[in-house]
T-cell receptor, first 116, second 114 residues
Framework: GAGVSQSPSNKVTEKGKDVELRCDPISGHTALYWYRQRLGQGLEFLIY????????KSGLPSDRFSAERTGGSVSTLTIQRTQQEDSAVYLC??????????????FGNGTRLTVT | DQQVKQNSPSLSVQEGRISILNCDYT??????FLWYKKYPAEGPTFLISISSIKDKNEDGRFTVFLNKSAKHLSLHIVPSQPGDSAVYFC?????????????FGTGTLLAVQP
């Protein structure tokens, strides 16, 4: 399909383990975003990539969280030493360019992470 | 502190009637507002947006109204259809020029009864 693809769709992990979440943005989209939604909460910004610029990591909640984007396309969000409060739906989005005015975000279906 | 607030967690309307979803914000630096719609197990999809230089934007059955002095926006859906049943998120951007970092509300679950 032509949409944003995320994998896995569901992940259950034990507390203390590391997890990797993957995002394939829409081809040609230069901007990529990670958000998360915890139960009963709104979407929370985590990190943003735009082309070859340094990512905006201002939303990452702790140094256990990191993300990279290889070749300006696929992105991986890594959570080390997972904690129960990391349980959430992790959403990836991409947009054609960085200006939101005429370039809305296209979201994937998310990865539901459950830390037991 | 929640900069974008959707105080109604849920709303139920009858098919054919108007749905009005409300959103309040606290940051006067926000200059662009969007509504996203989310079905279960899917990611949010863009619905409609409005720039702070306007007070109304219409797209088919969907109209967004912006009242800057009250820091309030609303989404009107008329006529409502059962397929509109979803969670609606209000989002804002522009704080400190960070136009690429949306601040989302907590969402309102709309149920349109046939």
């Amino acid at each position: 399909g032509a949409g944003v693809s995320q994998s896995p769709s569901n992940k259950v992990t034990e507390k203390g383990k590391d997890v990797e979440l993957r995002c394939d943005p829409i081809s040609g989209h230069t901007a990529l975003y990670w958000y998360r939604q915890r139960l009963g909460q709104g979407l929370e910004f985590l990190i943003y990539f735009q082309g070859n610029s340094a990512p905006d990591k201002s939303g990452l909640p702790s140094d256990r969280f990191s993300a990279e984007r290889t070749g300006g396309s696929v992105s991986t969000l890594t959570i080390q030493r997972t904690q129960q409060e990391d349980s959430a739906v992790y959403l990836c989005a991409s947009s054609l360019w960085a200006g939101l005015g005429n370039s809305p975000l296209h979201f994937g279906n998310g990865t539901r992470l459950t830390v037991t | 502190d929640q900069q974008v607030k959707q105080n109604s967690p849920s709303l139920s309307v009858q098919e054919g009637r108007i749905s009005i979803l409300n959103c309040d914000y606290t940051n006067s630096m926000f200059d662009y507002f969007l509504w996203y719609k989310k079905y279960p197990a899917e990611g949010p999809t863009f619905l409609i947006s409005i720039s702070s230089i306007k007070d109304k934007n219409e797209d088919g059955r969907f109209t967004v109204f912006l009242n800057k002095s009250a820091k309030h926006l609303s989404l009107h859906i008329v006529p409502s259809q059962p397929g509109d049943s979803a969670v609606y998120f209000c989002a804002a951007s522009g704080e400190g020029g960070a136009t690429n970092k949306l601040i989302f509300g907590t969402g309102t679950l709309l149920a349109v009864q046939p």
